[in-house]
């Protein structure tokens, strides 16, 4: 039996917390139909970020929103943690709440990485996916050398004072659309102490993940559409040049054309009005558009 006298954070707005393996882990889900849709948020991000994109894909599908552990309003778990732990436990909130195999996978960031990594262990469990600037395995031989990813770099360092200013300053607007109840919380919840590390701890093993990925072989043929924020992020422009991140972006642009070429049925789209991390806050429109084409796709094979 969970008990969650243990959690030092508040309760959700909306949703609740489900028993996946003696922990509790928060779920949300709407809509209705097969197959479900499942949103898997980046480092530092909570399912409750899509809800804009929820609300959206509820109209036509069933859309499940949740946090891993450790992170989001889900009970605290040793960070970082494996793609096999993750997706092991996202296989477990699925069967609990989604219905029938197969599913769509929606993934951000390092949440892309792990749902194709979820499409490479568990293949006929996935009828497509959407990635949002997902994490990638050939990052690095497309990245120009001073922005290639390196064991060193991944370690949990403190924030300056402008860093969080900033993050505090980005969130009235980005969360202007959401209901009241659910903005007030999740700008606390996101600038909680903790939380606010969550990123950090959660990218500590980014590589292995990475390297679980180039060994896992060959994603399954379904229909691919993934999206690219290509707007500069500037609480980056803090740590990177306005050229480094503008080569960045060039440098993604190509390399996620590349992934896009080698998927049967890939495609890519530009959101130029979006950040690596505001797609879901800023572009909810065009996520759950995505989300529609590859469910038609997926039901005319």
Known sequence: MVTFSDMRHQEPPIGRRIDIDGRGIWTHRAGQGDPAVVFVPGAGSFGLDFALVQERVAEFATAILYDRAGT????DAALPRSATEVTDELRAVLRATAGPVPYVLVGHSLGGAY?????????????????????????????????QLRAEDMQVVDLPPEYIASVREQYTPLFSAFPKAIR???????????????????????????????AGGSRPDVPLILLNGTAIDPSQAQFRSQDQLQAQINASRRLYASVVDAAPDG?????????????????PAAVADAVKDVLTRHRRR
Do not use: C, K
């Not at 989001?72 to 009970?75: I, K, L, N, V």
């Not at 999740?186 to 390297?211: A, W, Y």
């Open 115 to 147: 749902v194709q990594r979820y499409a490479q262990r568990f293949p006929d469990e996935v009828a497509a996916l959407v990635l949002l600037d997902p994490a990638h395995e050939d990052w690095n031989e497309y990245m120009p050398e001073v922005l």
């Open 184 to 214: 007030e919380a999740l700008i606390s919840r996101h600038l909680d102490p903790e939380r606010l590390m969550t990123g950090m701890r959660e990218g500590l093993n980014f590589l292995e993940v990475l390297e679980d990925l180039r």
């Open 72 to 75: 989001g309003w889900s009970q």
């Open 267 to 283: 495609e890519y789209r530009d959101l130029p009005e979006a950040t690596h991390a505001t797609i879901p806050l800023t572009s």
